[in-house]
T-cell receptor, first 113, second 116 residues
Framework: GQQLNQSPQSMFIQEGEDVSMNCTSSSIFNTWLWYKQDPGEGPVLLIALYKAGELTSNGRLTAQFGITRKDSFLNISASIPSDVGIYFCAGGTQGGSNYKLTFGKGTLLTVNP | DVKVTQSSRYLVKRTGEKVFLECVQDMDHENMFWYRQDPGLGLRLIYFSYDVKMKEKGDIPEGYSVSREKKERFSLILESASTNQTSMYLC???????????????FGPGTRLTVT
């Protein structure tokens, strides 16, 4: 089946630093989503991307839908302690019974104040 | 805001018990999903439903069943709980617009189930 490779697996950064993480696949996706999960909670949707090449921002977060449709990137600028959590990418395909999202395994972000 | 609620945050059950996990969404979404989340394995889809009384198997349906009698409610049933079903269970919902799916899924807070 489809698989997403999310990297890095974990990051330890200082408050104020910028962060980059990405997801890659050998499969093409028509949709890329980015979620954040706090400990003991469900994932919260951060950004949704529907067009190849699309660049979308949500506050200090910026995500891009790769032009090949096989990858996506998430950047966090000027990190703060509440950015701590696990960030997941998810790729979606459309048409027929291909309804579902394929999730990456997550990037654990730790921010040192 | 979309709100997805799950009946319990924490649950402890014994092996062999029948377990019901309930999920309710208040945004009139057509699609509802059940996932389990395990360290190192990520989120895995158990079942989903795109309409009342409709259900489709996900990637790991064995040992589980589901029920969707009302649009807002989706239940996950463990017929006979086993220790390998100890996990975090997440419910999600999404909207189905005319002309195609919206892939944004909105998650509940999760139920951490321990089977002893």
């Amino acid at each position: 089946g489809q698989q997403l490779n999310q990297s890095p697996q974990s990051m330890f950064i200082q408050e104020g630093e910028d962060v980059s993480m990405n997801c890659t696949s050998s499969s093409i996706f028509n949709t890329w989503l980015w979620y954040k999960q706090d400990p003991g909670e469900g994932p919260v949707l951060l950004i949704a991307l529907y067009k190849a090449g699309e660049l979308t921002s949500n506050g200090r977060l910026t995500a891009q839908f790769g032009i090949t449709r096989k990858d996506s990137f998430l950047n966090i600028s000027a990190s703060i302690p509440s950015d701590v959590g696990i960030y997941f990418c998810a790729g979606g395909t459309q048409g027929g019974s291909n309804y579902k999202l394929t999730f990456g395994k997550g990037t654990l972000l730790t921010v040192n104040p | 805001d979309v709100k997805v609620t799950q009946s319990s945050r924490y649950l402890v059950k014994r092996t062999g018990e029948k377990v019901f996990l309930e999920c309710v969404q208040d945004m009139d979404h057509e699609n509802m999903f059940w996932y389990r989340q395990d360290p190192g394995l990520g989120l895995r889809l158990i079942y989903f439903s795109y309409d009342v009384k409709m259900k489709e198997k996900g990637d790991i349906p064995e040992g589980y069943s589901v029920s969707r009698e009302k649009k807002e409610r989706f239940s996950l049933i463990l017929e006979s709980a086993s220790t390998n079903q100890t996990s975090m269970y997440l419910c999600a919902s999404s909207l189905n617009l005319a002309g195609g799916w919206r892939y944004e899924q909105y998650f509940g807070p999760g139920t951490r189930l321990t089977v002893t």
